[in-house]
């Protein structure tokens, strides 16, 4: 099947379109999952393009209990492997990755000490205009401009696999705007939705937005400076500043520019988890309930804003997200 459908676009240019948008660094075509990232104000694609590495590591740490399931499945007598037992399976909403288990083991194989090395998750780390290799771009104008093209370039490769979205800050409210998105045009909508450091959209704590990008300089820098994750040599130095405030600055227009009224009914039927750091700015996390029929979780960990920054907490978030992929149910098939 490949990496990706191209629905008759040639394939060079469709993987070009998709390397300007989305920052891979591991690419694993046998990937069960895609995560797309979203990135904070002012953020690139690196921080969460590394996340790929985490990802393969923990799920290399579950091989021998894949393999001792597998290996139960594949000699039941309830479920003989074939075509009988997929059928089997999926009337029992067994998960994705139990059904894909079931359907890799010959039927004669024992179980192997080694194990299949095929990684379960493609991290997909969006890439924004206005920065790294799409610097000489203009800055998005609006949220719209930004739904539309991340969506129309990730559609073809959305369709073909499961996916999940996670999202901080600005990025919370990106993903939720593209997921709403490809759930009222294409009928698409992600296993999971993982939101971090933001409110609802629709949660009245947002109200009165304080308008921070048209802050003067001087008091914009202090503002930067009181929310942490930038380094203290970049806020010291002018000539970085110089490239990087006005990039955040617009990106906080963005988010500012966000009106959204809580919806009649549900937007959507998937899991939403919610995540903050404990000493930032308190957030209205139970708002985001207000948008799904599935399963809902709040998460407090310790930190400030960019609480997710540190190591113990980047490796909680990898580990959780990594589980309740395993977990979701999928009807892809």
Request: with cysteine; proline share 6%; glycine share 6%.
């Amino acid at each position: 099947m490949g990496l990706f459908r191209t629905e008759g676009k040639d394939t060079k240019v469709f993987l070009r379109e998709m390397d300007k948008v989305a920052n891979c660094l591991y690419r694993r075509p046998q990937a069960l999952y895609r995560l797309i990232c979203f990135p904070w104000a002012g953020g690139g694609s690196i921080h969460y393009a590394q996340w790929g590495k985490h990802f393969n590591n923990s799920i290399e740490d579950k091989w021998t209990k894949l393999l001792l399931w597998r290996w139960h499945v594949s000699w039941s007598q309830t479920y003989p492997i074939g075509k009988q037992s997929l059928f089997d399976c999926m009337s029992l909403s067994l998960t994705w990755r139990q059904l894909k288990a079931v359907s890799r083991v010959p039927k004669q194989e024992g179980l192997s000490a080694q194990g299949e090395q095929w990684a379960e998750v493609n991290v997909y780390s969006i890439r924004l205009p206005g920065r790294e290799i799409r610097s000489k771009e203009p800055h998005a104008q609006n949220l719209q401009q930004l739904i539309e093209e991340i969506s129309s370039t990730l559609l073809p490769s959305l369709k073909e696999k499961p996916f999940a979205f996670f999202g901080h800050s600005l990025g919370a409210y990106l993903s939720f705007a593209t997921a709403e998105y490809l759930k009222r045009i294409h009928g698409l909508e992600p296993v999971h939705l993982f939101v971090s450091g933001a409110s609802a959209p629709h949660s009245p704590v947002r109200y009165p937005i304080q308008k921070r990008a048209d802050l003067p300089d001087d008091k914009f820098l202090e503002w930067m400076a009181s929310i942490g994750g930038t380094p203290s040599e970049i806020l010291a130095n002018k000539d970085i500043l110089q490239l990087f405030v006005p990039v955040l600055k617009a990106d906080l227009r963005l988010v500012e520019s966000i009106r959204y009224e809580k919806p009649p009914n549900k937007l959507f039927s998937c899991s939403i988890s919610s995540f903050d750091g404990k000493q930032d700015v308190p957030h209205d996390l139970e708002a985001w309930n207000d948008l799904t029929s599935g399963e809902f979780t709040t998460h407090k960990l310790p930190g400030g804003h960019f609480y997710l920054k540190e190591p113990d907490n980047e490796k909680f978030l990898v580990a959780y997200i990594t589980k309740h992929l395993e977990t979701a149910e999928v009807h892809y098939l």
